[in-house]
């Protein structure tokens, strides 16, 4: 299976293609992100925009289909971060894929961002125990804890809003804080950003396919909305 992740859920979007071999079994252990079992995804192609950048989301994604010698037809699948994260890029992505699936019947996968940036922890040779901290504006940041081991990642803390306070505090008990502006607040911490690599790989493991409508953000306030008031009614003369 051919899969094309689009990760723009941080300053550092990304598109990947990703040949997902047969042999790659599911996750299904609780709390498990990912294990090595079985043999590995292979990367095709990558095309990352840096921070501050200003590429298209649809050059990144023809950049990493040209990578790859690929054209979009023969791709299967199509693997978004949810985030939480920047919630214009993941709509971007969200819209991308479900017009995608409008014009061809491919496979859709959302997948949380915060498990890629765990899995990519791994990846660059982190491990013991990673709080992934993302701001989420408004004074407040999503944590979420995991356990980093050579063969798995497995979430011990699921994700949640928290206080500056709160995290500090989850920091001074040990492990590693990490993300994508971790520094702005933990200068020992890990700079980390979700990849649209290692999404792929993540979503290799995936058979949870979801029609478009079902591709929601990862966004843990409640929506509310405010009633606007009634039209003023201008006295005549």
Known sequence: MKILAIEFSSTQRSAAVVDSRTGVPPVSD?????SKTGETPVLLSEAVQTSGGHTL???????????AKMEREEIDCLAVGLG???YTGIRMAISIAQGWQLAKAVRLLGVSS???LALHAQLEGVRGQVHLVIDAQRK????ATYEITEAEVRETEPLRLASLAEVQARAQTGGCP???EVHEWFPEGRVLFPRASTLGRLAATKTNFVSGDKLEPIYL???RFVKAPPPRVLPTF
Do not use: H, K, M, N
């Open 221 to 223: 306030r409640p929506t």
């Open 178 to 180: 990490a993300g994508p």
């Open 57 to 67: 989301a649809f050059a990144l994604i023809e950049d990493a289909l040209r990578q």
């Open 140 to 143: 407040e940041f999503y944590l």
């Open 114 to 116: 915060v498990d890629v």
């Open 30 to 34: 609780e709390g498990v992100v990912f």
């Open 84 to 86: 939480p994260g920047s």
